[in-house]
C-alpha cells in the first residue's frame, strides 16, 4: 500500500458516507408516496362525508313537508328550506370530487333527477297544504311515490359509498406495503454502514495508531533518558515511516552529546561539540558550558590554591583571635567589678543627694517663711515711720507753742518790768508829797513787792520754759536722727527683704537643682544598674566569645584540611 | 535814823548808784535812743518823752567812771534841773529808799579825783550816792560846741 494516511482515512470515511445518502434518498420517496397515500385517503373520507350530507338534507327536507302537512304551521317549514339550500351544493361538491372516476359520474347522473323529482313532489304537497287541501295531501303521500325515490336515492347512495369504500382499501394495502419495503431497506442500510465503519476503523488503527504507539513508548523511554532504543521504519514512506526515520536520527544525535557529557563527567574538558545549526540550543549550550567549565575549572584551582593559603593564615590568626579573647574576657571581669564598684558609689550618690534634696526643700520653705517675715518688717518699718512722722509733726507744734509761751512770758515779762517802773514812780511821787504820800509809798512799795515776785515768778517759768525748749530741740533733733534712721532702718528692711527675696528664689532654684540632681541621681544609679547588667551580659558574651572562637579555630582548621582536599580534586581536571 | 533822805537806788555796769528822788521825775523805758551828732561822748542820744525832746546822759562817761563789764541800759530816769531836764541812763532801777545822811561815809580812794565832788558820799552797802544838784549845775553839762561846717 502506497497510500498515504490521510488518503486511508478518507477512503473509510468516504464509503460510509455514500451508503448513508443512498438510504436517505430511498427514505425521502418513500415519505413522498406516503404523503401521496394519505391525501388519497383523505379525498375518499371527503366524498363519503358529501354523500352523507346529500341523504341528511333529503330528510331535513321530508321532516320539514311532513311537520307542516300536519299542522300547516310555515314555522315547520325551516328545515325543508334548509335542506333545499344544501343538497344542490353537496351534489355540485360530490361531482367535482369524483371527476376521476367514471363509475361514479354516471351514477351520479342517475341520482340526480330522483333527487329532482323527490324535492318536486315535496313542494307539490306543501302547495296542495297551502291551497287548503290536506286530504289532497294525504292523497299524494299515501301514492307512495315519495317513499319509491327516497329508496332509489338510498340505494344509488349506497353504491356509490361501498365504491368508495372499496377505492379506500386498495389505496391502504398499497401504503402499507411501500411503508414496509422502506424499513427493510433503512435496516440493510445502516448495517451494511456500520460494517464498512468498523472496517475501516479496523484498518486505519492497525495501520497508523499502533506505530505510533510504538513511537509513543520509544519517546517515552527517551524521555527517561534510555537512548538505546532501536527504531525501524519497516520500509514504510507514509508520515509514520518518516517519523520513525526523523526519531532515528535524534537519539542518534542524543547519543552523540551523552558521549560528549560522560567525557566531561569523567574530567576531560578538552572535548569540542560543534553545533548542528545555529538553531542547535543544545549542541550551542553544551559548547557553551564546555568553555564555561574550562574556564571555570582554572579559576577553581586557582581559587582552591588561593583558598588553601587564605585558609592556613585563617587558622593563624583564629589562633591569635582565640588568645585575644580570652585576654578580653579576663579585661571585661575586670570592668565588670569596677562597675560593680561604680554603681555602689552611685547609689551611696544617689542616696546624698536625695537627702540634700530634702534639706534644700526645707531651706526653701525656711526663707519662704523668712521672705514673709521680711515683708512684714517692712510694713512695720513703714508704720514706724508714719508714727515718726507724726511724733515729729507734734515735736514741732510744741516747739511752736513753746515759742508761743516764750513770747507770753516776755509779754507777762515786760508788763511786770512796767508794774516795777510804775512802783518806783509811784515811790517817788509819794516820797515827793512827804508825810502824806507814805500810804502811797507803802501801797507802791506793795506793787514793786508784786512785780518783784511776778518777774520772778516769771523767770523761773522762763528757766523752765527754756529746759522745755532745750529738751524739746533735743527730741526735735532726736525725732529727726529717728525719723533718718527709720528711713535707713526702711531702706535696709526693703534691702534686707529683696535681698531675702532674692535668697528666696536662690533656695528655690537650689532646692529645684538639688531635686533634678536627685532624679538625675537616681537615673544615674538606674543607668549604673543598666551598665551594671549590660556588662554582665558583655562578660557572658564575652566567655561565648572565648568559646567560638576556639570553635573557630577549630573550623579553621577544617577550612584549612578542606582546602587542601579542594586542591587535590581540582587537579585532577585535564584542561 | 537822823536825816533820812529819800533816794532812787538804781545799778549801772553793776555798779549800784543811788540818787536824791527830790531831782527824779520819772523813770522811763530807754526806746527810740536817737544819737546826737556833734556832742561830747557822755551825751548818748536824745529821746522823745511825751512830746518832749530829752537829752540823754551817760553818768559813768560823765564822772569818767572805769568802764566795768557791759551795761544794760533799759531805763533813763529823767531829772530836773533848774530849767532843763535831762535823762540818765540806768541798767536795773533798784527802788527807792530812805537812807541816813549820817551813815554816808566819805568817798573811797579810788573815787577820788577830779569827778569826786559830784558825790555825796558811800553807804555801807557800797551804795554810791551821787550829788544830783553839783552836776546839774556844773558848766561843762551845758553843751556848745560849734561845727565848722
Known amino acids: ?54 341523504l341528511s338534507s333529503l330528510q331535513d327536507v321530508e321532516t320539514g313537508q311532513r311537520g307542516y302537512l300536519l299542522t300547516g304551521d310555515e314555522k315547520y317549514l325551516e328545515p325543508y328550506q334548509n335542506g333545499l339550500g344544501k343538497i344542490d351544493a353537496s351534489l355540485k361538491e360530490v361531482r367535482r370530487l369524483t371527476v376521476d372516476n367514471p363509475r361514479q359520474q354516471s351514477r351520479l347522473d342517475a341520482l340526480e333527477p330522483l333527487v329532482k323529482n323527490r324535492l318536486a313532489l315535496a313542494k307539490e304537497t306543501i302547495d296542495v297544504r297551502r291551497a287548503g287541501s290536506a286530504e289532497g295531501a294525504v292523497q299524494i303521500i299515501k301514492s307512495g311515490r315519495g317513499k ?66 510504538n513511537l509513543t513508548a520509544i519517546a517515552e ?65 553544551f559548547a557553551k558550558m564546555v568553555q564555561n567549565l574550562r574556564e571555570q575549572t582554572l579559576q577553581l584551582i586557582e581559587g582552591a590554591s588561593v583558598l588553601s593559603t587564605s585558609a592556613s593564615e585563617i587558622v593563624a590568626s583564629t589562633t591569635q583571635l582565640a588568645s585575644s579573647a580570652t585576654e578580653s574576657a579576663t579585661a571585661v571581669s575586670e570592668t565588670t567589678t569596677t562597675v560593680e564598684e561604680v554603681r555602689q558609689t552611685a547609689e551611696v550618690t544617689s542616696q546624698k543627694a536625695k537627702g540634700v534634696s530634702d534639706s534644700a526643700q526645707k531651706a526653701a520653705e525656711i526663707s519662704d517663711k523668712g521672705r ?102 533735743a527730741a526735735v533733733l532726736a525725732t529727726e536722727q529717728g525719723s533718718k534712721a527709720v ?13 531675702i527675696q532674692k535668697l528666696a528664689g536662690s533656695v528655690a532654684e537650689a532646692a529645684q537643682a538639688a531635686t533634678q540632681i536627685a532624679a538625675s541621681s537616681q537615673q544615674q544609679l538606674v543607668g549604673m544598674e543598666q551598665v551594671a547588667v549590660a556588662m554582665e551580659s558583655v562578660k557572658q558574651a564575652s566567655t561565648q566569645n572565648v568559646a567560638s572562637a576556639r570553635q573557630l579555630e577549630t573550623a579553621a582548621r577544617n577550612l584549612d584540611e578542606l582546602g587542601q582536599q579542594l586542591k587535590h580534586m581540582v587537579e585532577r581536571y585535564k584542561v | 535814823m537822823q536825816n533820812p533822805v529819800e533816794v532812787l537806788e538804781f545799778r549801772l555796769a553793776q555798779e549800784k548808784y543811788a540818787v536824791e528822788s527830790q531831782y527824779v521825775r520819772e523813770i522811763h523805758p530807754l526806746k527810740e535812743l536817737t544819737p ?55 541798767d536795773v532801777i533798784v527802788g527807792v529808799r530812805s537812807i541816813a545822811v549820817d551813815t554816808l561815809q566819805p568817798t573811797l580812794g ?3 579825783g577830779a569827778r569826786s565832788e559830784f558825790l555825796k558820799g558811800v553807804t555801807a552797802e557800797r551804795l554810791v550816792v551821787l550829788d544830783l544838784g553839783r552836776v546839774l549845775s556844773n558848766k561843762r553839762i551845758i553843751v556848745h560846741d560849734e561845727v565848722e561846717s
Not at chain 1, 508520515?239 to 567525557?263: H, I, N, Q, W, Y
Not at chain 1, 512785780?451 to 523752765?464: G, L
Request: proline fraction near 2%; hydrophobic fraction near 45%.
Open chain 2, 110 to 112: 579810788a573815787l577820788t
Open chain 1, 1 to 54: 500500500m502506497k497510500w498515504s494516511v490521510g488518503t486511508k482515512m478518507g477512503a473509510g470515511f468516504g464509503a460510509v458516507l455514500l451508503i448513508f445518502v443512498i438510504v436517505g434518498l430511498l427514505s425521502y420517496r418513500s415519505t413522498t408516496q406516503l404523503i401521496g397515500a394519505s391525501e388519497w385517503r383523505q379525498h375518499t373520507y371527503k366524498v363519503l362525508g358529501q354523500l352523507d350530507a346529500v
Open chain 1, 221 to 285: 523511554r527517551i524521555t527517561v533518558g534510555d537512548l538505546q532504543a532501536n527504531i525501524s521504519s519497516n520500509g514504510r514512506a507514509d508520515e509514520v515511516g518518516v517519523l520513525a526515520k526523523t526519531f532515528d536520527r535524534m537519539t542518534l544525535s542524543l547519543r552523540t552529546m551523552a558521549g560528549a557529557a560522560e567525557e566531561i563527567a569523567a574530567g576531560d574538558l578538552r572535548t569540542s561539540i560543534k553545533p548542528k545549526s545555529a538553531n542547535d540550543v543544545l549542541g550551542n549550550a
Open chain 1, 148 to 213: 319509491a325515490f327516497m329508496d332509489a336515492v338510498r340505494k344509488v347512495i349506497s353504491e356509490m359509498k361501498s365504491e368508495e369504500d372499496e377505492l379506500l382499501q386498495t389505496r391502504s394495502a398499497e401504503t402499507q406495503t411501500n411503508a414496509n419495503r422502506m424499513q427493510w431497506t433503512i435496516l440493510v442500510g445502516m448495517l451494511v454502514a456500520l460494517m464498512l465503519g468498523a472496517l475501516a476503523g479496523f484498518v486505519i488503527t492497525r495501520n497508523i495508531a499502533r506505530p505510533l504507539q
Open chain 1, 487 to 499: 528711713e535707713a532702718g526702711e531702706k535696709q528692711t526693703e534691702d534686707a527683704g529683696e535681698s
Open chain 1, 372 to 473: 514673709r517675715s521680711a515683708d512684714a518688717a517692712t510694713i512695720g518699718m513703714n508704720r514706724i515711720r508714719q508714727q515718726m512722722a507724726a511724733i515729729s509733726e507734734s515735736m514741732t507744734r510744741l516747739s511752736e507753742q513753746s515759742q508761743t509761751i516764750g513770747q507770753i512770758i516776755a509779754t507777762v515779762e515786760d508788763l511786770s518790768a512796767q508794774s516795777n517802773l510804775l512802783a518806783v514812780n509811784a515811790a517817788i511821787e509819794a516820797a515827793k508829797a512827804g508825810e502824806h504820800g507814805k500810804g502811797f509809798g507803802v501801797v507802791a512799795q506793795e506793787v514793786k513787792s508784786l512785780s518783784e515776785q511776778s518777774r520772778q515768778a516769771t523767770n523761773q517759768v522762763r528757766t523752765i520754759l527754756n529746759d522745755i525748749q532745750k529738751a524739746t530741740t
Open chain 2, 36 to 90: 546826737l551828732p556833734c556832742t561830747p561822748p557822755f551825751v548818748v542820744g536824745i529821746v522823745n518823752v511825751r512830746g518832749r525832746l530829752v537829752p540823754v546822759l551817760d553818768l559813768k562817761k560823765f564822772l569818767d567812771l572805769p568802764e566795768k563789764g557791759l551795761t544794760d541800759l533799759h531805763f533813763i530816769i529823767l531829772v530836773r534841773g533848774e530849767d532843763f531836764e535831762v535823762g540818765v541812763v540806768a
